[in-house]
């Protein structure tokens, strides 16, 4: 095998990057390894920057190993007219799905339209234009309508009442836990130390400054914390990132406001879907999915 330049990513490697830790002051401290720490270690170490990456748990363990897995284009974001929140979305996926295809894959989905139902056929068809508009006509293929005989051939499951056609649109599903560890990867690749089940329990101060931050092996019962030292420091911990900001500030005033996604997970072959299917709840009209993936389907939304 050819030398590569650097270890392998491994049990090994995270005991030689802990022992590190203290060993210098780094340009940039991260704290959690889901896809934004993880992400953000991996572009700052590609740059040249002395990088440690910490997660109290292993690479990817919160949000980012529980999403409902798409990269989305942001369809559901035209209604609220975030025009430009789309573009980003499309042109990000176009990059995912040509650097990461191993784990990035084309998804096509249908969004059935029912007479009376608050979209209809001709609004529809329109977004559809502005969808692929959005993404310079550069998605993985364009949009089609089909006509109510035609949806019901390829997606019989479907209530037949009221219906009136459909779009085809097409989106990206990921593998979001493989995503974020092969950006952890990368990291330690492009030379960061990055060390799973290492928590942060404290932050250090100098004149008023943060300096760093104390790390705790949380593989070694009752370890001692040891001192990191860090130029920039980033809290990429998600849902977390109230609680570690009062580390810093124990009055900090909390800047999140936690939401919540539910997904039922059922045999595929229970629903029958071939493709994904978005639809609005019967109860308060917001958009959901169902989602294939492998024998299963998901059914949710983001945000329950
Ligand atoms: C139900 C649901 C579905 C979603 N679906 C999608 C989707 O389909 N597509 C999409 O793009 N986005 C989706 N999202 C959003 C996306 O999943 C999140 O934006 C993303 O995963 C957040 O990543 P993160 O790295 O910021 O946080 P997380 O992945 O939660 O990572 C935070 C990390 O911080 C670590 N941590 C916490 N405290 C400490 C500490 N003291 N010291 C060290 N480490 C610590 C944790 O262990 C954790 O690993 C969805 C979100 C939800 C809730």
């Known amino acids: 095998m050819e030398d590569e330049g650097f270890a392998p990513f491994s049990a090994a490697a995270r005991h030689e990057h802990l022992r590190s830790l203290p060993g210098e002051t780094w340009d940039l401290l991260v704290i959690g390894a889901g896809i934004t720490g993880a992400a953000a270690a991996r572009d700052a170490a590609g740059r040249g920057l002395r990088v440690a990456l910490v997660d109290a748990g292993d690479v990817g363990r919160g949000t980012s190993s529980a999403s409902s897995r798409l990269i989305h284009g942001g369809i559901r974001y035209l209604e ?29 989905f249908l969004f059935p339209v029912y007479r009376g139902g608050p979209v209809g056929y001709r609004k529809l068809q329109a977004g559809m234009w502005l969808y692929d508009g959005l993404s310079l006509f550069r998605n993985i293929a364009r949009h089609s309508m089909l006509s109510r005989a035609r949806l019901r051939e390829e997606e019989p499951g479907l209530r037949t009442d009221g219906l009136a056609g459909a779009a085809r649109y097409f989106d990206a599903s990921v593998d979001d836990a493989r995503l974020t560890l092969a950006n952890a990867r990368g990291a330690h690749e492009a030379g960061a130390a990055v060390v799973p089940h290492a928590a942060v329990v404290g932050f250090l101060r100098e004149g008023g400054s943060l300096v760093g931050a104390r790390v705790r092996d949380c593989l070694v019962p009752g370890a001692e914390p040891v001192e990191v ?28 406001r936690p939401t919540k996604g539910v997904h039922v997970v059922v045999p595929r072959e229970r629903i029958g879907n071939r493709s994904a299917v978005t639809f609005r709840s019967p109860v308060d009209g917001r958009v959901m999915f169902v989602l294939p993936w492998g024998e299963f389907s998901y059914v949710g939304t983001t945000d329950t």
Request: net charge positive; hydrophobic share 45%.
């Open 80 to 108: 609220t007219f975030e025009f430009r929140l789309v573009f980003e979305a499309s042109a990000e996926r176009r990059r995912l799905l040509g650097l990461a295809s191993h784990l990035v894959h084309p998804l096509p």
């Open 229 to 256: 030292r860090a130029r920039v420091v980033i809290n990429a911990t998600g849902p977390w990132c109230d609680s570690v900001r009062k580390l810093a500030d124990p009055g900090a005033a909390p800047r999140l």
